[in-house]
């Protein structure tokens, strides 16, 4: 039996370890989790993320000390599994994972073994050598590329890769995400709720400013400000992972928050495995990065029935624009983000916009016809693949 190998770039719980249960579940939703084996690393937040979905059965760990070490390992034991099982790499673009990727690239061209990379990000680096290394290596592999977004695939394209035939948004559990009032709020919402807060979440990594996908999350701050000024009571609340050393960009956030004299009314949580409980709580989530990829969270939240404020820019801005372009603002405009999410509350077309949203996911992020495709693709099920006559959105190319 032919298998898919799919080698995440693994790290803490996030877009991309939120898809991979996601793609799991499509493929056993069809019936075919027999031919999937994902790599992940031993008692990582992947591996325990994976196994709370129930999906252990599909996963195999290997025990490393490093993401370095994980990324030889797991290349060298795909090199030993039949030549007709292609090789998925899920969002191979850090640092750290391109010199195993040189390494591996003469035994896998010689080998004949197809290799399909999933690019999450448009794979930037802040120096020129980094751009030009990645290109040098991605043109070595020739990989077949799968890109989550146009926005991802035209930065992709041509600064690593000459084409990107392959636009597939991520899936979403349609099934799960659900709006659901039951048992009790989150222990970290319930004094907020008690103080007759409307909930603006914002689900997000704490990023750094000078990273190209900046998750922007300081420019929540004015937007709370304006909203308290104009006196309609919101607390900002997000949940996401600080990577910086001893937390500073939390820090200077909560500063930030003092400064615009909204501290009451911002709160930094951890990630958390039960995401969804915050969603059901939510009276709009805002997302106002400049450059996101794609924008896993706009798509959670729609699922939700929770409106979405988002950049009108980016990954976001491109979902946003197939059901709601008015929910869409200039990142850097609090004055005009602010009224949108006031508008949100008082629009009678608020529902009607929603429920377009929510079709529109079902019908793009589902994770059956994202399996489905995934399989075209690969062409697990022995078929040969046109992407002529498939349903990608367009072929981006040089």
Known sequence: MRKLIIIPNCGAIGGVTVSL?????????????????????????MEKYLQQARQSACITSLSVQSREEFCRR????????????????????????????????????????????TF?????STH????????????????????????????????????VKNILYQPVAIDKQQRRFLGEPPEPLKPILRDGASI????????????????????LIPVLAELKASGH???????????????????????????????????????????????NYADVVVTLAPREPFGRTVIEAI???????????????????????QWTVAPDDPVATA??????????????????????????CNPVQYARRLIEITELNGIKYDPNQSESKEIVSV
Not at 250 to 279: K, N
């Open 120 to 124: 999450h990000d448009p794979a930037c």
């Open 233 to 279: 009571h919101y607390h900002s609340v997000v949940i996401g992972r600080d990577y910086s050393a001893n937390g500073i960009q939390t820090q200077r956030l909560l500063e930030q928050a003092s400064h615009f004299g909204v501290a009451d009314r911002f709160t930094v949580l951890p990630p958390t495995f039960s995401i969804q409980d915050y969603y």
């Open 128 to 163: 020129w050598y980094g751009t030009i290394a990645r290109k040098f290596i991605y043109t070595c592999l020739s990989p077949v590329a799968i890109c989550n977004s146009q926005f991802t695939a035209r930065n992709v394209c041509p600064r690593l890769l000459s084409e």
């Open 303 to 325: 699922a939700s029935g929770v409106p979405v404020i988002g950049s009108q820019t980016g990954g976001i801005g491109e979902i946003l624009n197939h059901f709601a372009p």
């Open 21 to 45: 249960s996601q793609i799991i579940q499509g493929f056993q939703q069809l019936g075919l989790s027999e031919q999937l084996c994902v790599l992940v690393i031993a008692g990582s937040e």
């Open 339 to 364: 009224a949108a999410i006031v508008q949100l509350k008082n629009d009678p077309i608020t529902s009607t916009l929603l429920a377009q949203g929510q079709r529109w996911v079902e019908e793009q």
């Open 200 to 219: 603006m979440l914002t689900p997000s990594r704490i990023s750094q400013p000078e990273q190209f996908n900046d998750k922007n999350l300081r420019g």
């Open 74 to 117: 797991a290349l060298r034991w795909a090199t030993k599994q039949p030549r007709n099982w292609p090789l998925l790499l899920e969002n191979w673009t850090a640092s750290a994972t391109l010199s195993a990727i040189f390494m591996i690239t003469p035994i896998l061209r010689l080998s004949g073994r197809t290799v399909y990379h």
